[in-house]
C-alpha cells in the first residue's frame, strides 16, 4: 500500500496540499485542501496504485467536465499527481449539506434529517433525482452502480451524485464498465452476474435502479417488490 502525499500536483502544475480526511471508502480517502479556488475542491487520494485503463477512465470523465455535471455530481475535475508524475487522485467538488437518500426515504431517519419534509418536498426530490440521472445519461455515460449510498438529497431537495468514478463511461468506442453494483437496484436481467467486470450497462438498466429508488422516495423506502402475494393463483 502506497503512504499519502502531502502535496499533489495537477496537470499544469498547480500544487495541492493535503489536509483533513472527511470521507474513507474502499478504493480512496477524500480530503479536504489548502488551495482556495473558484468552486470548493476536494481531493480523493487512491490507496493503491492505480492500472493505465483506471487512468485513462478519469481522463474521459475530467474531459468530460462540464457545469451540468458540476451542478449534479462530486465529478472528476482535475487528476492529481505525486511529484514522481504518478497519478494519485482526482480534485472534484465538494458535495456539503447533503444526506444520503436513504436518510429522506427512512421513515424515522427522515423525523431525524429532514424534520420539515412533506409530500411535496418527497415529489420534488424524486423530480431531482431523475433530472440528475438524465445529466449524466445525456452525456453519454450510465451510472452503473446505482445505490442508496452514492446519491446524496439536501435540506432544499436538491440531488447529487458521489462515488463518479465507478460509473460506466465510453470514448471512440471502448467501455469502461462499472464493476460493481448492488442486487436491490439491480435488473432482473442481470441478478445472475457474479461480477459486473465484463457487463456492459445500458440507460435502461440505470433507470430500473432510479425507479426503486423514486418508489422508494414516495413509499417510506419500501422496495416495489417487496411484497408477497399470498392470494389464490391468478391468471
Not at 480512496?28 to 480523493?44: C, M, P, Q
Not at 446505482?146 to 458521489?162: A, P, W
Request: aromatic letters at 10%.
Amino acid at each position: 500500500m502506497s503512504s499519502n502525499p502531502t502535496v499533489l500536483f495537477d496537470n499544469s502544475k498547480n500544487q495541492y496540499s493535503i489536509k483533513r480526511r472527511i470521507g474513507s471508502g474502499g478504493e480512496g480517502d477524500v480530503y479536504e485542501i489548502n488551495e482556495v479556488t473558484s468552486i470548493e475542491l476536494v481531493a480523493k487520494i487512491y490507496k493503491e496504485s492505480i492500472t493505465d485503463e483506471k487512468i485513462e477512465k478519469l481522463l474521459v470523465m475530467v474531459n468530460a467536465f462540464d457545469d451540468k455535471l458540476q451542478g449534479i455530481a462530486a465529478w472528476p475535475r482535475e487528476l492529481l499527481m505525486d511529484k514522481n508524475g504518478h497519478v494519485r487522485g482526482f480534485l472534484m467538488p465538494r458535495v456539503k449539506d447533503h444526506k444520503p437518500i436513504h436518510e429522506l426515504f427512512n421513515p424515522s431517519a427522515r423525523k431525524k434529517y429532514f424534520p420539515s419534509a412533506d409530500w411535496a418536498f418527497l415529489v420534488n426530490a424524486a423530480k431531482n433525482t431523475v433530472a440528475a440521472f438524465h445529466t449524466i445519461h445525456s452525456h453519454g455515460f450510465v451510472v452503473g452502480d446505482v445505490n442508496e449510498g452514492n446519491l446524496m438529497v439536501s435540506s432544499s431537495s436538491t440531488v447529487k451524485f458521489i462515488d463518479c468514478d465507478s460509473f460506466q463511461v465510453s470514448k471512440n468506442g471502448k467501455v469502461y464498465p462499472c464493476e460493481v453494483g448492488v442486487p436491490m437496484y439491480t435488473p432482473p436481467e442481470l441478478q445472475a452476474r457474479k461480477s459486473f467486470r465484463d457487463s456492459i450497462r445500458t440507460v435502461n438498466h440505470d433507470v430500473f435502479g432510479m425507479a426503486v429508488i423514486c418508489f422508494q422516495l414516495l413509499f417510506m423506502g419500501r422496495h416495489p417488490y417487496v411484497g408477497i402475494y399470498q392470494g389464490p393463483d391468478i391468471t
